[in-house]
């Protein structure tokens, strides 16, 4: 097969920077999630280390305040069961793009 490794490499290759723009889109999506505490805006280029740690620190406020919620539910003899809920991020995901969208789907090469 005439240039069986150089088409192999260059698949490969392809495979690889397919791999890295579905990161570099998810890092994208996840930024313009999160609010950010400076003047930069969501738009703005940051680390992925920056945007892992805002990341962990949203997640941190949001389960402090659902507690701080479900606290004042509890208070007033109501439960969780009994309230209409909004629908999760995760359910509105499925209906558009994943944020697992082409990443290890290369069959691990």
């Known amino acids: ?7 192999k490499r260059e698949t490969h290759i392809a ?3 397919r791999r890295r723009q579905h990161i570099k889109d998810g890092f994208r999506r ?3 999630q999160l ?10 280029q940051r680390s992925e280390v920056a945007i892992l740690q805002r990341s962990i620190e ?6 402090e305040e659902q507690e701080q919620l479900e606290g004042q539910l509890h208070a007033q003899g109501k439960s969780l069961d009994s309230i ?22 290369d069959g691990g090469s």
């Open 15 to 17: 495979s690889e920077q």
């Open 84 to 105: 209409a809920l909004v629908p999760s991020v995760k359910e509105e995901s499925s209906s558009g793009s994943s944020v697992s969208d082409g990443a290890g789907g």
């Open 35 to 44: 609010v950010w505490n400076d003047d930069a805006g969501p738009q703005a």
């Open 30 to 32: 996840l930024s313009e």
């Open 1 to 7: 097969m005439a240039g069986g490794p150089v088409r």
């Open 58 to 63: 949203f997640i941190k406020e949001l389960l």
